[in-house]
């Protein structure tokens, strides 16, 4: 069959073809920025499930409300004072603050 007249290599140019000039255009390997919900998604799925997280908007020492977040292990009591996070700006931020500052105090 001669190239042109239907055969399946040409169909397959023609469709790449044709979602090539539908895609945006992106970097070479293909790496979708990391949004917010993303980014809070993975880190929730990366602390363990008897971990308990407390994150609040609170204001800060100037009065501007931020976020803080605190993470505690599953010994701690109810009436504990939590370690929390500095106050950041994004709620993912602080949670992954105090994600890291827990990582660092364990063995």
């Known amino acids: 069959m001669q190239p042109g007249n239907g055969c399946s290599s040409c169909a397959v140019r ?3 073809a044709t979602l090539e000039c539908r895609r945006p255009p992106m970097s070479h390997n293909y ?3 990391m949004t917010p919900e993303r980014r809070l998604a993975r880190l929730l799925s990366r602390i363990p499930d008897d971990r308990i997280v407390r994150i609040e908007k ?3 020492p100037h009065g501007a409300l931020r976020w803080r977040a605190a993470i505690g292990g599953a010994d701690a009591a109810p009436g504990d004072a939590p370690d929390w996070s500095a106050f950041c ?6 949670l992954e603050a105090a994600w890291r500052a827990v990582r660092g105090a364990g063995p």
């Open 14 to 16: 023609r469709a790449r």
């Open 31 to 33: 790496a979708t920025p």
């Open 89 to 94: 700006d994004t709620m993912p931020d602080a």
């Open 58 to 60: 609170t204001a800060d």
